[in-house]
């Protein structure tokens, strides 16, 4: 069975920082990765994905991930925070089947303060 | 687009109370899912439809939680009788084609409160 392990509960940063949320996962076959973002009181909402292709992900915010199978991680990452970025991240697992829901890691709230 | 709605936003109830959530997922989107959060269990999948069929049931807690949609615009979870241990928010979110693309589209959720 997949499942997705999110190995820090609470990352606090300063502003300009650079952070670094760590995800690994559990799978015997292929995957598709993603991370998804949460703000206050709103639903997730996807930052990136990894499906294929290169390994090394963009979002449109600053924010990657690297897909590393070897590893069997998928960390986000980005050089300078922002207070904004606030929020909690959840890595999330697929796995190559058609029909199948996502499975979710139990999150990282990242706090940015001035 | 509207996006997926919710109702209530949120909900405080008696144990042993019944308890109907309700979700409108995205026009045209064929899969439905419903997802419970907590601080203890972090974000547990309890159900999902593929074009108004419930595919996996398996994360539904036990038998006083149940799901439908009768139809491609709704979907409602109940819960009947309630319990303190019920509390959390529930998430409905919708997609294309499943999760091929990864994309789920998530409503701001249903904050449940059991006394």
């Known amino acids: 069975a997949q499942s997705v392990t999110q190995l820090d509960s609470q990352v606090p940063v300063f502003e300009e920082a650079p952070v670094e949320l760590r995800c690994n996962y559990s799978?015997?076959?292929?995957?598709?990765l993603f991370w998804y973002v949460q703000y206050p009181n709103q639903g997730l909402q996807l930052l990136l994905k990894?499906?294929?292709?290169?390994?090394l992900v963009e979002s449109i915010n600053g924010f990657e991930a690297e897909f590393n199978k070897s590893q069997t991680s998928f960390h986000l990452r980005k050089p300078s925070v922002h207070i904004s970025d606030t929020a909690e991240y959840f890595c999330?697992?697929?796995?190559?089947?058609?029909?199948?829901?996502?499975?979710f890691g139990k999150g990282t709230t990242l706090s940015v303060s001035s | 687009d509207a996006g997926v709605i919710q109702s209530p936003r949120h909900e405080v109830t008696e144990m042993g109370q019944e308890v109907t959530l309700r979700c409108k997922p995205i026009?045209?989107?064929?899969?439905l899912f419903w997802y419970r959060q907590t601080m203890m269990r972090g974000l547990e999948l309890l159900i999902y439809?593929?074009?108004?069929?419930?595919?996996?049931d398996s994360g539904m807690p036990e038998d006083r939680f149940s799901a439908k949609m009768p139809n491609a615009s709704f979907s409602t979870l109940k819960i009947q009788p309630s319990e303190p241990r019920d509390s959390a928010v529930y998430f409905c979110?919708?997609?294309?084609?499943?999760?091929?693309?990864?994309?789920?589209?998530f409503g701001e959720g249903s904050r449940l409160t059991v006394l």
């Open positions: 979110a919708s997609s294309l084609a499943g999760a091929r693309s990864g994309e789920l589209f």
């Open positions: 799978s015997s076959v292929s995957v598709y």
């Open positions: 990894y499906l294929s292709g290169s390994t």
């Open positions: 999330a697992v697929r796995v190559n089947q058609a029909g199948t829901a996502l499975i």
């Open positions: 026009s045209g989107h064929d899969y």
């Open positions: 439809f593929n074009n108004n069929v419930p595919i996996d």
